[in-house]
C-alpha cells in the first residue's frame, strides 16, 4: 500500500523567507503527483500537478519537483506572504484513480 | 464557475439516522470521488466512479453507498449513522485518464454524528 509521508507537520516562518515542504512516497510508479492547499473550513485547492514523466512544475512563486526514483517531492515557495498560510497536502495517484494523501504541512508566514 | 458543489455544508445527525450528502459537478468530468478527512488520518478514498454507470470501493467503504446518478451528479448514503462516521466528507472529480488531469475538489460537508 502507498505510503505518503510529509515533513515537517508544521512550519512558521517570518514574511519574505523562501521555504521547501517535502513529500516522500513509498512506491516509485505513480501516475502523477498533485500538491493542494487547504485553508481552515474549507476545500482542496490544487496547486501544482506533475506527471510521472515530468521532473517539475512551476506557477508563479511556486516550484514543485519530483524524483520518482527516490520516491520524493518537494514543494517550493519564493517570498512568502502572510496569505501563503495553510495547510499544504501532496498526494499521489498509483493504481486505479484514487489520490493517496499525505497528512499534510500546516504553514505559518507571520507578517 | 461553480466547479463541485456539495449539499449540505454542515450536518447533524442522531445515531441510527440515515442521510444522503450530494455532490454535483459542471466540468463534464468523467470520474467522481468520495473521500473522508479525520484529525491525524489524513484524507481517505470511501468510494469512486470511474465513469457513470459505475462505481468502486474504496479504502474506507463501510458503512456508505453510493449512487451515480448521472454524470454530473454522485451521491453518498450513510444508511444507520454511527458517532465513527463523524467527519469532514469531501467529493472531488477529474477526466478520466489520470495520468495529467487534477482532481477538483468541493467545500465539503461536515457531519456529526451524535
Known amino acids: 500500500k502507498q505510503e505518503v509521508t510529509q515533513i515537517p507537520a508544521a512550519l512558521s516562518v517570518p514574511e519574505g523567507e523562501n521555504l521547501v515542504l517535502n513529500c516522500s512516497f513509498t512506491?516509485?510508479?505513480?501516475?502523477?503527483l498533485q500538491w493542494f492547499r487547504q485553508d481552515p473550513g474549507k476545500g482542496l485547492t490544487s496547486l501544482l500537478l506533475?506527471?510521472?514523466?515530468?521532473r517539475e512544475q512551476t506557477s508563479g512563486r511556486l516550484n514543485a519537483s519530483l524524483d520518482k526514483s527516490s520516491g520524493r517531492s518537494t514543494l517550493y515557495i519564493a517570498a512568502s506572504q502572510p496569505g501563503d498560510s495553510a495547510t499544504y497536502l501532496c498526494?499521489?495517484?498509483?493504481?486505479?484513480?484514487?489520490?493517496?494523501f499525505g497528512k499534510g504541512t500546516s504553514l505559518l508566514v507571520t507578517p | 464557475n461553480a466547479g463541485v458543489t456539495q449539499t449540505p455544508k454542515f450536518q447533524v445527525l442522531k445515531t441510527g439516522q440515515s442521510m444522503t450528502l450530494q455532490c454535483a459537478q459542471d466540468?463534464?468530468?468523467?470520474?467522481m470521488y468520495w473521500y473522508r478527512q479525520d484529525p491525524g488520518m489524513g484524507l481517505r478514498l470511501i468510494y469512486y466512479?470511474?465513469?457513470?454507470?459505475?462505481?468502486d470501493k474504496g479504502e474506507v467503504p463501510n458503512g456508505y453507498n453510493v449512487s451515480r446518478l448521472n454524470k454530473r451528479e454522485f451521491s453518498l448514503r450513510l444508511e444507520s449513522a454511527a458517532p465513527s462516521q463523524t467527519s469532514v466528507y469531501f467529493c472531488?472529480?477529474?477526466?478520466?485518464?489520470?495520468?495529467?488531469?487534477?482532481?477538483?475538489f468541493g467545500d465539503g460537508t461536515r457531519l456529526s454524528i451524535l
Open positions: 498526494a499521489v495517484i498509483d493504481s486505479g484513480y484514487a489520490l493517496n
Open positions: 466512479s470511474a465513469s457513470e454507470g459505475t462505481t
Open positions: 472531488a472529480s477529474s477526466d478520466l485518464g489520470q495520468g495529467d488531469q487534477p482532481q477538483h
Open positions: 466540468m463534464n468530468h468523467n470520474s
Open positions: 512506491d516509485s510508479a505513480i501516475y502523477n
Open positions: 506533475i506527471q510521472s514523466s515530468q
